[in-house]
């Protein structure tokens, strides 16, 4: 659910699937079970998802706030879009350490088909290019380890991000192959596929203020080599 971890806790291969949805066209589509970490309490892209497959029952959605702290934040928009997730079937759950998520009493039972999270960020504690702050990005990171250790057999962790400088220089890709990880699929972002989606700054005396996406990719990584490599970005 979200836009960004803080590092002080923020947070096409078969897979096991457990529902059936009917998408209308006359295709039938599995619904997986998808968590998805969250830091900043806007939410717009998980709505998006309950909306095009009318369910969220496989769903949950986590933030490091509260929600009280996420209604300060983000304004009353916010909650309605948590709320929206609760009403398509969805749990949403708070004060969810991204680095320890695997131990949380409700999670730790759960194994999941998809770990997405959009725009990791440690947090504002110097300019972006600088070297400490880039190493802050980059330990958070890391905390696809503990992601890891809630995929399915076969399930995919999707890691959203931007590729254009300094952001480049965090080495994605480096650090989750030091996780265990194998890269599936890089596709590029578009925030146009993702009807009413809003990001937020996370956590910064600007918070509610939105950013530059520019140039971004969806990472895939799983816990097996498929021998499957693809990158889509020039698409």
Known sequence: MAENWDRNGRGHVRRRERF?????????R??????HSSGNGRVGREKHINLL???????????????????????????????????????????????TM???????????DRIVYNFPHAGFYGPEESLLQIELHRDLVRGLKNAKTMLTEDGVIHVTHKTAHPYSKWEIEKLAEEQGLFLVEKVRFSVRDYKGYVNRRGKSPNCYSTFRIGEASTYKFSKNDHGIHRDNTSC
Do not use: C, Q
Request: net charge positive; charged share 30%.
């Open 53 to 99: 497959f009318g369910s969220a029952a496989n769903m949950v959605a986590t933030s490091l706030d509260s929600r009280d702290m996420i209604k300060m934040n983000y304004s009353r928009s916010a909650v309605d879009n948590l709320e929206k997730i609760e009403d398509f079937g969805g749990t949403v759950l708070h004060e969810v350490n991204a680095h």
């Open 20 to 28: 059936k949805h009917s998408s209308g066209d006359g295709h039938v």
């Open 102 to 112: 695997s131990k949380h009493p409700i999670l730790r039972r759960k194994s999941f």
């Open 30 to 35: 599995r619904r997986k079970r998808v968590k």
